[in-house]
């Protein structure tokens, strides 16, 4: 996504850095375009270490590329932060003196703002006006954090953190792409999985893995605000889950057999699985009923019990099957997820596409998990497989930006209505 950072002349121009931080590692294009004040606050080469592209400044810089025109018309995003009193009156009125207002006047993209100014400006009649006008015209207008501003001061008027302004971006790119194409899952219903099962050795320990949640989450949530009536079967899951009031009907499970169970029941009355959750391959064999204990053989006893594991059930192959045996093979469209580490006998690719061949299903979305990579991250990258289909590969990006990937390519596969 080409991102357009509007920096302006204010003291919290150094959090716009960490913004810009977060954005270009999600995968973003950044281009900064400070105002001159800005540029006081904090230099050029600041923003073009950060970004790794140069940083706009002018409108006579590269004139033949008409540079106040064409950074706005292809910007799919345009967040302003710090934004000062100043900016927006200049935006409210439609002033265009230097390249961030001429950006602003040219963008047709979602355009977020991140006031910052001391308390009397922000709650001064003329400003209170000025944001009213932007957000009739739709711009996002962030609401500003209250507390130390410059010197003793305190109030109303503190630039949010950047992680708030990067959730109220991603949030409005989210709203245009729904508002602005079709609802184009409206009236397909949609089953998900989500989260990572958990295997119980007794009632206190249980096998598990890293997964948390947060992509099955994000395709849900991302599901029903195209219009799509979506069941999110989910085990365990680090973030909040979508509500029924979000258009999503949540069943909780924990282990790999409760999830077999659940999704096996539903699947047949939707349209599409997609099966993002994180199975379990092995569950323990034996359940102990009550906590295992330690030996206390002395001090230099080092046992420890021996644990017997046994295959928990491939849900994904199971879901084709059932499908192929059923009076109507045709549906539901199953997509297929698979966590995947290279090693000797492959590369994460070369596993992928082995797998699919292996599950059967419609497309499998593959990505390289690890130790800080995709597991609890908020970014991630995926390879979108389709049998008779060059693969795409998406990312690094937002997992909510490769949430509507995934239902893109759901999209091809499920038939016309």
Not at 55 to 62: A, E, F, K, S, Y
Not at 181 to 205: F, I, K, N, W, Y
Request: glycine share 8%; proline share 6%.
């Amino acid at each position: 996504m080409r991102v357009v950072l509007g920096v302006t002349g204010g003291i919290a121009a150094y959090k716009a850095a960490l913004l810009l931080r977060l954005l270009t590692e999600s995968g973003h294009e950044v281009t900064v375009v400070p105002t001159e004040a800005a540029l006081r606050f904090v230099g050029a080469p600041t923003w073009e270490a950060l970004s790794g592209r140069a940083v706009q400044t002018d409108v006579w810089t590269g004139i033949t590329d008409v540079p106040h025109v064409r950074i706005g018309q292809e910007a799919d995003l345009v967040v302003v932060a710090p934004a000062t009193a100043d900016l927006l009156a200049r935006a409210a009125h439609g002033l265009a003196g230097d390249l961030l207002t001429n950006v602003l006047l040219t963008a047709r993209c979602p355009v977020v703002m991140a006031p910052a100014m001391h308390t009397e400006m922000w709650q001064h009649a003329a400003t209170q006006a000025n944001v009213a006008i932007l957000r009739e015209r739709g711009v996002v207008v962030v609401e500003p954090d209250s507390g130390r501003l410059t010197g003793a001061d305190t109030g109303p008027g503190r630039l949010p953190e950047p992680e708030a302004i990067h959730a109220a971006a991603m949030a409005a790119v989210e709203a245009r792409r729904v508002d602005g194409p079709a609802q184009d899952l409206l009236g397909r219903r949609v089953l998900m999985s989500a989260g990572g099962t958990r295997e119980a050795l007794d009632p206190v320990r249980y096998l598990g893995n890293r997964s948390s949640g947060k992509q099955g989450v994000a395709l849900a949530r991302a599901a029903a605000q195209r219009g799509a009536h979506v069941t999110l079967v989910a085990a365990s899951v680090e973030v909040p889950l979508p509500t029924a009031a979000e258009g999503v009907d949540v069943v909780r499970v924990e282990s790999a057999l409760e999830l077999e169970t659940a999704v096996h029941e539903r699947a047949p009355e939707h349209d599409a699985v997609v099966m993002a959750a994180a199975v379990a391959d092995f569950r323990p064999a034996s359940y102990a009923g009550s906590k295992i204990k330690k030996s206390h053989d002395g001090p230099q006893d080092d046992s420890a019990p021996s644990i017997t594991l046994v295959r928990n059930p491939d849900v994904l192959a199971g879901l084709v099957a059932s499908r192929a045996a059923s009076p109507d093979p045709t549906s539901p469209v199953v997509v297929g997820f698979a966590a995947e580490t290279g090693d000797d006998e492959g590369s994460v690719l070369e596993h992928g596409r082995a797998k699919l061949a292996r599950k059967g299903c419609d497309a499998l979305v593959v990505n390289e998990v690890g130790v800080g990579v995709t597991f609890g991250q908020d970014t991630s990258t995926v390879h979108l497989l389709r049998p008779g289909h060059p693969e795409r590969t998406v990312g690094p990006a937002d997992k909510s930006v490769l949430a509507h990937a995934v239902l893109d390519l759901l999209l091809e596969l499920l038939p016309a209505t």
